[in-house]
């Protein structure tokens, strides 16, 4: 029998609830959860010898099993004269000390301060339909009676859904009154079994709001939040923060119930944060695999991804996590990253710490008592050292980091925390491996925090840079176009001058400066902080052949293309990000790509000179304009993409017929690769210049 009503505001009608009451007969109505679901938020918040007043009782036996534990100082209201017949018939003789009353709770008829407790089950919920004057007034009225009939240190205990008008309404009225103002989370729908009742996808909040003495000309106010998994409650600074804090639960809840009933939400993706700090310390991704046929051992799966690499394309982007989830071989895969700056004592801690609340998003059809495995790389964490942080006034908040890859090599990484997932710079440290650093390292390592499974050391601060080494797949790219200048046999002893925009961690134009000997390199960086990130940390020096200018790129180029003496450079290189996630195109800032700008660029390009940039442009109708300005000021333009990133590698020049075909090009790169891997040159042998031409494409 459907006895909910056709419109949310019959909820607030008396008429309503006599013709429910009526239809429901004996039944008990227990919308909001049974007593044993609620009975340790009551327990905690109402004494045994407290005077209790239960508003909009209805046929709930909420009050009945508070009496039959001990709680029998209990008056409970109604508007309905049905329901409140029924409940004397129910309990005169069984329960003779507690009392039931036809009264409207915006007109108690008690005396002032007559009670310790003013517990409220779904009452304000159905009062306040909406927020329309009439009915705010109803409840103005409601909430005024409450507090008038509650002693100072009394608290109103009023279980909720905390939908946003209602959580609103109820914080501000008693934050005005001075009153402390606690929301309590005390259960969420998947603790509920039965489904003999209409049930929320919302968890159940209790209000608990404490009567204080007024202070006249205090602005005192106190709003705490407590959870379920936080055995304390956490202080919060406003109103606002605590409206937010519940939503972000309501979110959870609901996203866990659309986890359990269907598959294939598309990307889902939500932080786990500290209880004690509130700071972020798990990111989990839920992966659905619709091609994988269900059976008992694959239906469910958590994947630790190991510090550091949760910026690699097979963990940090959509199509990578797909691609993980099917080789993984299970209906539903959950990542995890971890975040810098939280403490991980091992593999075992983090299964412990996240057993329970990763089980709320496993897929329906999970078998009971099913064991779900905890899967990683190699099995560990990995390591993360974070070895410095600090604030630019350009970039915001930035780390240095040094995280483990593969073959136990380490790798030194600038990190801009307003873009986190995002590696801005990154190098290669050498190989540490005498025994004496190593002893130092270990012990050290105990000192400073808790034992992973890692075999091998973090490295230290100070530890020297692997020049030879590029890091970045992009910057391989554009030393790889040094071969569409002609007679690339002849670069190491001819003069190359280099124009590079943003510095980085400048790994970018040291290389170059360390490879070719005769290269003449400008330098330009917008932001000081980075120039002294990559002198410090990254094995960045200027030398009579490399300069840095601290200058907006933009400007720079500028006054160079309306100088008197122009510069005409062999190579320019755009290696510049945008500090405006808004646009779409996070490298280069558009104006960069400006048609009056690229004729300033075109400018100061030698004759047969190549202009390299690093697109990242996830805006196809705008990679589409900047592929087709760039082709109106460069009448010859390569693409290379790089393989898992968003990033691609234009190659302009300003004659057609500079072009070469793919085979010329693979040529061109094979005989300046030879000429660097001549001897002294230290050159990396894993570095192969013609595997990042083979995919080039013409515009």
């Known amino acids: 029998m459907n006895l909910l009503p056709k419109s949310s505001k019959e909820f607030g009608s008396a008429d309503y609830w006599e013709k429910f009451f009526q239809q429901r007969g004996k039944t008990a109505f227990e919308w909001y959860g049974t007593y044993l679901e609620l009975c340790e938020v009551l327990h905690k918040y109402i004494k045994p010898k407290e005077k209790v007043l239960v508003i909009g009782c209805g046929n709930s036996e909420l009050s009945e099993q508070l009496y039959d534990v001990g709680y029998q100082d209990i008056v409970n209201i109604d508007i309905s004269e049905v329901v409140i017949k029924q409940m004397k018939e129910r309990n005169g003789s069984r329960r003779p000390h507690m009392s039931f009353l036809k009264m409207d709770m915006t007109q108690l008829e008690f005396p002032d301060a007559t009670f310790q407790v003013v517990l409220d089950k779904g009452t304000l919920d159905a009062v306040l339909t909406d927020e329309e004057e009439v009915t705010l007034r109803q409840v103005d009225r409601m909430l005024a009676e409450v507090g008038r009939v509650l002693q100072v240190g009394g608290r109103y205990l009023c279980i909720s ?76 600074e406003s109103a606002d923060q605590l409206v937010e804090a519940v939503r972000e639960r309501q979110y959870y809840a609901w996203l866990c119930s659309q986890l359990r009933c269907k598959a294939g939400l598309g990307s889902v993706s939500l932080d786990l944060c500290s209880g004690d700090t509130g700071e ?43 691609q993980l989830a099917a080789s993984a071989g299970f209906r539903r895969l959950v990542t995890v990253a971890l975040h810098r700056g939280q403490r991980y004592a091992g593999m075992e801690s983090i299964q412990a710490e996240l057993s329970a609340r990763v089980m709320e998003l496993a897929p329906a059809g999970l078998p009971p008592q099913q064991q779900v495995p905890f899967l990683s790389v190699g099995g560990d964490i990995g390591v993360r050292t974070v070895q410095h942080r600090d604030h630019s006034a350009l970039s915001g908040d930035y780390v240095i980091e040094d995280v483990q890859g593969e073959d136990r090599w380490y790798f030194r990484r600038l990190i801009f925390l307003s873009n986190r997932n995002v590696v801005q710079s990154e190098a290669r440290l050498l190989k540490d491996t005498s025994h004496r650093a190593q002893k130092k390292r270990k012990k050290d390592r105990k000192k400073q925090r808790p034992a992973d499974t890692s075999e091998d050391f973090p490295p230290a601060p100070g530890q020297s840079i692997d020049k030879s080494y590029l890091c970045c797949e992009h910057h391989k790219a554009m030393v790889a176009g040094l071969a569409l200048l002609r007679n690339p046999e002849l670069l190491l002893e001819t003069p190359l001058a280099l124009l ?71 190579v320019i290189m755009f290696d510049v990000d945008s500090k405006d996630p808004t646009l779409g195109m996070s490298c280069p800032p558009p104006a960069f790509v400006d048609q009056l700008f690229l004729q300033k660029v075109k400018s100061i390009l030698s004759h047969d000179g190549v202009f390299i940039l690093n697109l990242v442009c996830r805006d196809l109708r705008l990679k589409d304009s900047v ?24 190659f302009c020049q300003l004659h057609p017929e500079q072009k070469l075909a793919t085979p010329e090009l693979l040529e061109m790169a094979q005989v300046l690769e030879r000429t660097l891997r001549k001897p002294g040159q230290g050159w990396d042998d894993t570095y192969v210049l013609s595997d990042m031409l083979k995919t080039v494409k013409i515009v």
């Open 500 to 570: 590079v925009v943003g510095l980085g961690g400048g790994s970018l134009p040291l290389f170059v400066h360390d490879h070719f000997p005769k290269s003449r390199i400008d330098a330009v960086e917008i932001d000081p902080t980075m120039l002294e990130v990559a002198s410090q940390w990254f094995g960045f020096s200027q030398s009579d052949r490399m300069k840095v200018h601290i200058a907006d790129g933009l400007d720079y180029i500028t006054s160079l293309a309306g100088g008197e003496a122009r510069p005409h450079y062999d």
């Open 161 to 236: 859904l905390a939908q946003a008008h209602i959580l609103k309404k109820a914080v501000g009225h008693f934050s005005r009154e001075g009153w402390m103002v606690r929301v309590h989370q005390v259960a969420s729908s998947q603790d509920r079994v039965s489904e003999a009742e209409p049930r929320f996808s919302l968890p159940v909040f209790a209000f608990v709001m404490t009567k204080f003495r007024p202070v006249p000309g205090s602005a005192l106010q106190i709003f705490e939040l407590c959870t379920q998994e936080q055995g304390k409650p956490v202080r919060l």
């Open 280 to 322: 972020p310390r798990y990111t989990l991704h839920v992966v659905d695999n619709p091609t994988v046929k269900p059976s008992r051992d694959n239906h469910f799966a958590i994947f630790i991804i190991p510090q550091g690499r949760e910026t690699e394309w097979l963990f940090g982007m959509e199509e990578g996590r797909k």
């Open 627 to 650: 592929l087709a300005g760039l082709k109106a000021a460069f009448p010859l333009l390569y693409v290379r993409r790089i393989e898992g990133e968003v990033n691609e590698i234009l």
